[in-house]
């Protein structure tokens, strides 16, 4: 069985690649985690996840790839391709995924059953094909979620990637350095309302609360969560 997950938006979490991930994103936990468990630097596939996960008969959400970025340009095409089987034949479990390297999205199918997710943390992530990409990913608007965490710094309006009808996540950074990063609770009520302007919805997780208890209570998804 896939491991039960400690993240708000999902019951279950599954690594079927590990490794260090090579995004090398300062913030991250995943490679804190990696490190704090001496667990090796190598890339590895670890197909038996995929069978745990077609073991599992109670329908459930599931996160792949909490650990590691499975779109990364160094993934082998092959190991994803099987993970995307492993979802279209689990028609009864939701699958989360969530990247930066949100181009390759546009390299695959997705079944009706995955929710396809992107990390943006502040303006400095919107590229100048970023838009070009999101017009091109051939999924249903309601099957898409940006995730904003940890969030460190605003978004121009007109230049913010939340798209009509998907799902928002805003979370601020954890781990040592958090206290040094916290995001101003402007940046969250902006883009609730760029969120509400666009019949989004939205989560707010509880680390972003614990800052500003004054946010609203808001923890929507397009998928659910038991």
Do not use: V
Not at 71 to 90: L, N, V
Not at 117 to 129: M, P
Not at 143 to 164: N, Q, T, Y
Request: aromatic residues 12%; proline residues 6%.
């Amino acid at each position: 069985m896939p491991q039960r997950s400690i993240i708000e938006w999902t019951e279950y979490t599954s690594n079927p690649i590990r490794g260090q991930c090579q995004n090398a994103c300062w913030y991250c936990y995943a490679e804190r985690r990696r490190k704090q468990l001496s667990l090796p630097e190598e890339i590895t596939w670890h197909p038996e996840e995929l069978t745990k996960i077609q073991s599992m008969r109670r329908p459930a959400t599931i996160f792949m790839g909490s650990m590691h970025d499975i779109f990364g340009s160094w993934i082998p095409t092959e190991w994803i391709s099987q993970i995307i089987d492993t979802i279209m034949k689990c028609k009864h479990h939701t699958f989360l995924f969530l990247t930066k390297n949100f181009a390759r999205y546009c390299n695959f199918f997705f079944p009706e059953n995955c929710y396809i997710g992107i990390t943006f943390t502040s303006q400095r992530d919107i590229k100048n094909d970023t838009f070009d990409i999101l017009r091109n990913l051939s999924i249903e608007q309601n099957h898409l979620f940006l995730s904003f965490e940890p969030l460190l710094g605003d978004f121009h309006e007109d230049e913010c990637p939340i798209r009509a009808r998907s799902t928002i996540i805003i979370g601020a950074m954890t781990g040592p350095e958090s206290g040094d990063h916290k995001p101003l609770s402007s940046w969250g009520y902006h883009l609730i309302n760029i969120a509400r302007s666009r019949s989004c919805r939205i989560f707010l997780k509880d680390n972003l609360k614990k800052i500003y208890p004054d946010l609203p209570d808001l923890r929507e998804t397009a998928w659910e969560i038991s």
